[in-house]
């Protein structure tokens, strides 16, 4: 009895307090189905798809740069109506930062981004080629880059790579600075100027458990399972 008290009021717990903190957990969504664009911005139908296409639009919650920056196309097959599912496209000079930081950047601290990209194009005349790619940034609040990386999503091709369709995703991992919020920036990552550097959608922030975390969790559930075993055989 004395042992089923300790495995109760101290194991049980330290199991329960572990399980939380073995896993990955959610810090940030963005699926920049929130774009809005006046209708005179928007488009005829992309080539291959049929989708409506948009330029000079705003996504809440960023900033953007660079020539009729923010482009869009709307894989609903809808123009752009609240709700829509919505791909953001970038070519030239175009940029998007995250205005405000993310309370995900504390010291040492483990963190990874994932997102969707793809490739892009608007008429038919700026298709993204195989050397085009988008860059991704993670900036600390005196905009310190805590990392970077260089996404390819290949060539343009109507019948395996038509926007998101390749299935691409892209991760990045960063250890925190503890240097205030953290932001992202998403822009051209080089390739021919005239054609759409990719396209990109899903983007989500999640922390990264420490190793040691998942030992001593699998540590107090072989515990427990040991324990449930002896109990058993009683």
């Known amino acids: 009895m004395k042992i089923n008290k300790i495995i109760m009021t101290t194991v049980v717990p330290m199991v329960v307090a572990l399980a939380s903190s073995a896993f990955a957990s959610l810090i940030y969504t963005e699926n920049f189905n929130s774009y809005t664009v006046s209708p005179g911005n928007i488009n005829s139908t992309q080539p291959g798809t049929g989708f409506r296409q948009a330029f000079g639009g705003n996504v809440p919650g960023w900033t953007s740069a660079g020539g009729n920056a923010v482009h869009a196309v709307d894989l609903s097959g809808g123009a752009f109506a609240p709700g829509d599912n919505v791909g953001i ?12 930081g993310l309370a995900a950047n504390s010291a040492s601290a483990l963190y990874q981004v994932t997102f969707n990209y793809g ?11 195989a050397a085009n790619s988008i860059r991704f940034k993670v900036l600390d609040a005196t905009s310190t880059i805590l990392s970077t990386g260089l996404y390819t999503p290949g060539l343009w091709d109507e019948t395996s790579n038509i926007n998101f369709s390749a299935g691409n995703i892209g991760t ?6 503890g240097n205030g919020g953290v932001r992202f920036m998403i ?6 100027d005239g054609n759409f550097y990719g396209a990109i959608d899903n983007l989500s922030v999640n922390d990264v458990p420490e190793p040691s975390s998942i030992a001593l969790l699998a540590g107090g ?10 109990r058993c055989r009683l």
């Open 119 to 129: 490739t892009a194009d608007y008429h038919g005349t700026s298709a993204t080629t």
């Open 172 to 177: 990045l991992q960063y250890t925190g600075n």
């Open 89 to 100: 496209m970038l070519i030239a000079d175009n940029t998007l930062l995250l205005t405000t």
């Open 221 to 230: 559930l072989g515990c427990l399972a040991c324990w449930r075993r002896t």
């Open 187 to 192: 822009q051209s990552g080089g390739g021919p």
